[in-house]
């Protein structure tokens, strides 16, 4: 039997308007190398000077995930050579971070029910610049560098080898996301890399203390492809041990190649000697103020863990409706949106999972759509039984793909249900003239023709019957 054992390096872009040391745009999608000047560009002579913020924001991001803050910290020299990296070193931290000692606590357990509450600790977080972008370009002899992205500020959060499965790693970073979210720190945007994780993993016989050879993967641009190349990484590194020692695990860092569904090798692992470290000397120690680390903490808003239990709580949600709402910071602002247009929150719930998700899906929108006013109106039509419950779902495909107000939609489609009883008892008395047969088999015992009965009042109202009234019709007239 083996274990598995798992670290996180996860770099974190954070919310600024300006860079890390100068005062260029942070904006994202901006013309290559515009967002640029002598100081992000490490041309001689220059000097960096802290942005404050970047400060601020990190206290917050370890105050989130309770850490110490290290009212002493300072910045260190990363030496490395490589094109998008101006200064050929990035100006980071090493021995003194200006966090540490903090943790996430996770859901843990493979089967569902059986879950139970874990804790991941969290070695350190420091700040740190971004590197440049190298652009490869397919059958060229070359490669392009854009530098908009150098200077850029970052966190790095490192975990301690706390993690035992890939399952674990990306609850973790599920967590660790929404909580930056929720506090505002970083729109964790992972395809426009504002989030990008590193993982380090080992294995090793159960029982056995000392680790396995650690092995770095790179190149993770989602949770589906963190948790892939983590499980395929680990049938890896235990078919090479059961192999024998002449097939030895090697110190390295791969990538995952999603065409090949595999990690493939990039190059020898480097340890923290080969880049020299040194205490940087353009920048002075940065001195905290207790005052200000109490001030950032106290502003910091309702984090994911504590909106669970609220709306458990409050709104009387299970756990994993709870779950799936707070796992969005805009899906769960969205829901005490609707809410508070006077929606009972379990129905609010109901729609928003159930109908509204698989709505999103099917357009392929990585965004809500849908006003949170009209939501709240569609379901109050729905309960009130102006429309039947499908209509509603019609309704709301519609919505999702237009302004038009749900009223709108429903008069042009004419989705209006029929109440009336009247009108409905009308609609049943010609159905039940048209299949006396299915009458006969009713009144002669064969209950379950009722259901082709309603069915047949349905077609003949063309869907609009409201369904409750119309059954109690149906019932009285075969009673007769």
């Excluded at 050879?213 to 990484?233: G, M």
């Amino acid at each position: 039997m083996f274990e598995t054992i798992i670290g996180l390096e996860i770099h974190v872009e954070l919310n600024t308007k300006s860079k890390i040391f100068c005062s260029c745009s942070t904006r994202f999608g901006e013309k290559p190398n515009v967002n640029t000047c002598p100081i992000c560009l490490g041309l001689p002579g220059t000097l960096p000077v802290l942005n404050e913020e970047v400060v601020n924001l990190t206290i917050k991001a370890g105050r989130a995930l309770n850490c110490e803050i290290n009212m002493i910290n300072k910045f260190d020299r990363k030496n490395y050579f490589y094109p998008d990296l101006p200064k050929a070193y990035q100006i980071s931290q090493y021995d003194m971070p200006i966090c540490s000692n903090g943790y996430i606590d996770i859901e843990a357990g493979e089967e569902e029910g059986q879950q139970e509450t874990k804790r991941i600790h969290i070695a350190r977080i420091h700040m740190e610049e971004d590197a440049g972008k190298l652009i490869h370009l397919e059958n060229e002899p070359y490669t392009l560098i854009d530098y908009n992205r150098a200077g850029v500020p970052l966190i790095e959060i490192v975990t301690r080898p706390d993690i035992r499965s890939p399952k674990e790693a990306v609850a973790f970073l599920k967590e660790l996301k929404a909580i930056l979210e929720y506090a505002e720190i970083s729109d964790c945007r992972m395809e426009e890399g504002s989030l990008r994780c590193d993982v380090n993993i080992s294995v090793r016989k159960v029982g056995q203390e000392q680790f396995g050879t650690k092995v770095e993967i790179k190149n993770l641009n989602s949770f589906r492809e963190i948790q892939k190349a983590l499980e395929e990484e680990q049938k890896r590194q235990i078919e090479l041990y059961r192999l024998g020692e002449e097939y030895k695990i090697i110190q390295e860092t791969r990538k995952w190649d999603n065409s090949q569904k595999k990690t493939v090798p990039m190059r020898s692992k480097e340890d923290a000697v080969d880049y020299r470290y040194f205490p940087e000397p353009d920048l002075p120690a940065v001195i905290i103020d207790e005052a200000a680390v109490q001030k950032i903490e106290a502003e910091l808003p309702e984090l994911p863990q504590q909106k669970r239990d609220r709306f458990m709580r409050q709104y009387k949600l299970s756990k994993y409706e709870a779950d799936i709402l707070v796992g969005d910071k805009a899906l769960a602002d969205y829901f005490e949106e609707v809410v508070g247009f006077g929606i009972r929150p379990k129905e609010a719930s109901n729609w928003i999972l159930a109908d509204l998700l698989r709505v999103l899906k099917e357009k392929k929108s990585d965004g809500i759509y849908v006003k949170s006013q009209y939501l709240a109106d569609l379901i109050k039509m729905v309960e009130e039984g102006k429309i039947s419950r499908s209509a509603g779902k019609e309704v709301l495909d519609e919505l999702a793909i237009t302004d038009k107000t749900p009223e709108v939609i429903i008069r042009e489609r004419g989705l209006t249900q029929i109440s009336g009883t009247e009108e409905l008892e009308k609609i049943v008395l010609e159905v039940l003239s048209k299949n006396t047969d299915a009458v006969e088999k009713y009144k002669s015992g064969s209950t379950k023709v009722f259901a082709f009965l309603m069915g047949q009042v349905m077609k003949e109202s063309r869907g609009k019957a409201n369904p409750n009234v119309a059954r109690d019709i149906l019932e009285k007239f075969l009673a007769m």
